[in-house]
C-alpha cells in the first residue's frame, strides 16, 4: 500500500515543472509522500523525496527536517583516504571577475556511490539575502565525470538558474590543466 502512495507522490512531483510550478500539484505530492511514510516510516528514500519536494517549494524548515531524518536512517560513512585524493584530483578551478565577487563561504565535494562523477557543491555568501528566507548563501553545483580506467575527465556539468550546461570545451580544458575544470564564476 505505501509504494503506491510513493508512486503517486514520484508522479506529482515529476509533472510539477509540466504544469508550471503550480503549488496544488505539488500539495499533492507532499500529501502522497507523508501518507506513504505513515505506513512505512522507515523509508530512507521517500522521506528525501518529501524533504526533495519542501526543498522545491522553498519551505527549507521542513526540508532540512526530512533531511535530518535521512541522516539517522542512513547516517553518511567517513570519508577515506581514497575519496579525498580522488575529490582533490578532480576538484575544479575557480576563477571569479575581482571586481564582482561574493567570498566562497563552504564547498562539499560529493562522490556518487556507484557512478564515476563527483558534484562539488559552492557555498557563496549571498548576492540578495532576504531576511527569514532560510537561505543564507546562494548555491551552485558542478559535476564532474571521469573515466576510472583512463582517470580522465569525460564530463563537466555546471547547475545554472534550472538548467545543467555541459560543454566538449570544459572536458578539453580539464584534460590539458591535470584532470581540473575552469568554472567562470560570473554575477550580476
Not at 169 to 180: T, Y
Request: charged letters at 30%.
Amino acid at each position: 500500500m505505501s509504494k503506491s502512495y510513493f508512486e503517486k507522490g514520484d508522479m506529482y512531483l515529476d509533472i510539477y515543472d509540466a504544469y508550471g510550478r503550480n503549488p496544488v500539484v505539488f500539495e499533492s505530492a507532499i500529501e502522497n509522500y507523508k501518507k506513504g511514510l505513515q505506513l512505512d516510516p522507515d523509508n530512507t528514500r521517500y522521506h528525501y523525496r518529501l524533504g526533495y519536494a519542501y526543498h522545491l517549494m522553498r519551505r527549507l524548515t521542513e526540508a532540512s527536517g526530512e533531511y535530518e531524518v535521512v541522516l539517522k536512517l542512513d547516517p553518511p560513512r567517513s570519508a577515506s583516504e581514497d575519496d579525498l585524493k580522488l575529490a582533490d584530483k578532480y576538484a575544479p578551478r575557480l576563477f571569479v571577475n575581482p571586481e564582482e565577487f561574493f567570498d566562497l563561504k563552504d564547498l562539499v565535494a560529493v562522490i556518487h556511490p556507484e557512478k564515476p562523477i563527483i558534484a562539488y557543491n559552492l557555498f557563496w555568501d549571498n548576492d540578495i539575502d532576504h531576511p527569514g528566507d532560510n537561505d543564507p548563501s546562494d548555491h551552485e553545483v558542478v559535476w564532474i565525470e571521469f573515466n576510472q580506467n583512463i582517470r580522465k575527465v569525460t564530463g563537466v556539468y555546471m547547475y545554472f538558474h534550472r538548467a545543467v550546461f555541459f560543454t566538449e570545451e570544459a572536458v578539453k580544458d580539464a584534460n590539458l590543466h591535470r584532470q581540473r575544470a575552469r568554472i567562470n564564476v560570473q554575477w550580476g
